[in-house]
């Protein structure tokens, strides 16, 4: 639900093709809920869930949505908020790792996101996160099985809980190799600058 978690990942995809040498390079999606007390609501609008959960003005809210959708739009990315349905994503996490067992997690982040910002679709609805699973050829059978008996909450609560530890308190949070960190959808050249320091 973060709108800065998919201008973070576009930022990191810029940088990767730029530094080019990405053979080595593999991509992790770990799990973090911001809300994970979030009762979703299909009829939901977003510009009056947020100024809820910050206590503050919904014309300040739509403000906010409007100036983040800029930001999304200068990143080759079309936010629709005023469509997007507040969502509890424990289910979208978890649907995650299991796409991660088929070596589909990256790919499934990008369904993910442009489900959520640009195509106005419930990411807490398992019917949608089963048609997702079809478009990327995994077992939609497995899928719907997994995803109503929460097989994969145990790694979503392992990652949320490594998080904390590690000192995580708002996302994106890219950590590099054990080594270096980024908070935030940080410039490109924040990326390449890590990248590059990973080599020497």
């Given at each position: 639900m973060c709108p800065f978690c998919?201008?973070?990942?576009?930022?990191?995809?810029?940088?990767?093709?730029?530094?080019?040498?990405?053979?080595?390079?593999?991509?992790?999606?770990?799990?973090?809920?911001?809300?994970?007390?979030?009762?979703?609501?299909?009829k939901g609008n977003?510009?009056?869930?947020?100024?809820?959960?910050?206590n503050?003005?919904?014309?300040?809210?739509?403000?906010?949505?409007?100036?983040?959708?800029?930001?999304?739009?200068?990143?080759?990315?079309?936010?629709?908020?005023?469509?997007?349905?507040?969502?509890?994503?424990?289910?979208?996490?978890?649907?995650?790792?299991?796409?991660?067992?088929?070596?589909?997690?990256?790919?499934a982040e990008e369904l993910l996101f442009a489900a959520y910002f640009t195509e106005g679709k419930n990411v807490d609805d398992i019917a949608v996160l089963i048609d997702m699973a079809s478009q990327l050829g995994m077992d939609v059978t497995e899928t719907e099985d997994k995803l109503r008996s929460e097989k994969f909450q145990v790694q979503v609560s392992r990652d949320i809980a490594e998080a904390?530890?590690?000192?995580?308190?708002?996302?994106?949070?890219?950590?590099?190799?054990r080594k270096y960190a980024i908070s935030g959808a940080q410039p490109v050249e924040a990326f390449l600058q890590t990248l590059q320091a990973l080599r020497s």
């Open positions: 998919y201008i973070g990942k576009r930022k990191l995809e810029q940088a990767l093709a730029e530094y080019g040498q990405t053979e080595d390079i593999h991509i992790s999606w770990k799990s973090y809920q911001l809300s994970p007390d979030l009762v979703t609501d299909p977003l510009n009056e869930y947020l100024a809820r959960h910050k503050i003005a919904i014309e300040q809210a739509a403000q906010m949505n409007t100036q983040v959708s800029a930001m999304a739009a200068n990143e080759g990315l079309k936010y629709n908020l005023n469509q997007a349905i507040p969502a509890n994503t424990a289910k979208a996490h978890q649907f995650s790792h299991l796409a991660k067992t088929y070596g589909k997690q990256h790919e904390q530890e590690i000192g995580v308190r708002g996302v994106p949070f890219f950590v590099f190799d």
